[in-house]
Structures are given as C-alpha cells and as structure tokens.
C-alpha cells in the first residue's frame, strides 16, 4: 500500500493560484497512476487530473483543462497539482490517491492508496 500524504490547500480569493503538493512513499519499485480527485459538501469525488509517475504522461479533465497541471518530482517522491485562474466551484476537500495499471481511469473506487485530504476554499 502506497502512503500519501498531502498538503497546500488553504482559502483564496478568486482568481488566485495554488499548488498542492502529495508526497509518497512505499512504492519505490512499482509503476503507478497518480490522480488528484476533489469533493466538495454534498457532491460526488471527482477525479481533476492524473499521471502516470514513470513516463510522465499526465492530462487534466474538462473541467479544469487549462486552469490545472499535474506535474512530478521523482526526487522528492511528489506530485503536484498547480492551480491557477481559480474559481469558487473548485472549492472542495482535494484528494492524492495512488493506483496500479489502468491510467488514466478516475474512478474513486478503483484507487486503492488515499492522502488525508486537504482543503480549498476560493471565495468571489
């Protein structure tokens, strides 16, 4: 089981940039999918964006294409997602989760390996 843990999301206004960061560890001798996914109260997870950590092949979704870019540090064991142009709908408990094979399939239930979560909150 890969150990996630991730960090960076506090409260911005509109318009504003972040960048939340998911440290690993366990899972030096395997290949993985990486995704962040979100909640928000009342909504279903939403997978944003993933990659594949040994070839760097990574996308966002739609609905964040543009304003989101998932990206790697191998030495440091850590993915990042950099948000920028943010709005209040991607206010929402952000999630790193880790999975094996199959990228870049998002859904929730086929990640075995979750961070705690972190929180952001974009206000108009």
């Known amino acids: 089981q890969v150990r996630l843990v991730e960090s960076g999301g506090k409260s911005v206004q509109a318009g504003g940039a972040l960048r939340l960061s998911c440290v690993a560890s366990?899972?030096?001798?395997?290949?993985?999918?990486i995704a962040w996914f979100r909640q928000a109260p009342g909504k279903e997870r939403e997978g944003v964006a993933w990659i594949f950590t040994p070839s760097g092949a990574a996308s966002a979704v739609g609905s964040v294409k543009g304003r989101f870019t998932i990206s790697q540090d191998r030495a440091n064991n850590t993915v990042y997602l950099e948000m920028d142009g943010l709005i209040p709908e991607d206010t929402a408990m952000y999630y790193c989760a880790a999975k094996r094979l199959n990228c870049p399939d998002l859904r929730p239930t086929l990640y075995p390996s979750w961070g705690q979560g972190t929180q952001v909150t974009v206000s108009s």
């Open positions: 366990g899972a030096s001798d395997q290949r993985y999918c």
